[in-house]
């Protein structure tokens, strides 16, 4: 396994998670990595990116609410997710664009390792 997402579950609407994504040196170094998610029905969708000078991207649903960062030294990339909403339910997943590609993208086809994924689903 090489991305491992960690720290989804159950929140009230209004509330806050942080989800968590640790690499291996390999898949992190010097790496764009990226948050993506996926609702039921839908299909997945850009969420945050941050390059390896921690330059971020966010789409404009979670701009203001939603803070991307990762700590190099420990391979590991963070979203902090505030007032959160209903919507924002779905499976996260986290992803690194390989190869040391420094370029940011919201493409998901531009990402070439995975995480498996991470459930947060916010009550109404």
């Known amino acids: 396994v090489q991305l491992q997402a960690s720290g989804g579950g159950l929140v009230q609407a209004g509330g806050s998670l942080r989800l968590s994504c640790a690499g291996s040196?390999?898949?992190?170094?010097?790496?764009?990595m990226g948050w993506f998610r996926q609702a039921p029905g839908k299909e997945r969708e850009f969420v945050a990116a941050?390059?390896?000078?921690?330059?971020?991207i966010y789409a404009d649903s979670v701009k203001g609410r939603y803070t991307i960062s990762r700590d190099n030294a420990k391979n590991t990339m963070y979203l902090q997710m505030n007032s959160l909403k209903p919507e924002d339910t779905a499976v996260y997943y986290c992803?690194?664009?390989?190869?040391?590609?420094?370029?940011?993208?919201?493409?998901?086809?531009?990402?070439?390792?995975w995480g498996q994924g991470t459930l947060v689903t916010v009550s109404s």
């Open positions: 941050i390059s390896w000078s921690s330059y971020t």
């Open positions: 040196g390999r898949t992190f170094s010097g790496n764009v």
């Open positions: 992803a690194a664009r390989g190869n040391s590609i420094r370029v940011l993208t919201t493409s998901s086809r531009g990402y070439a390792y």
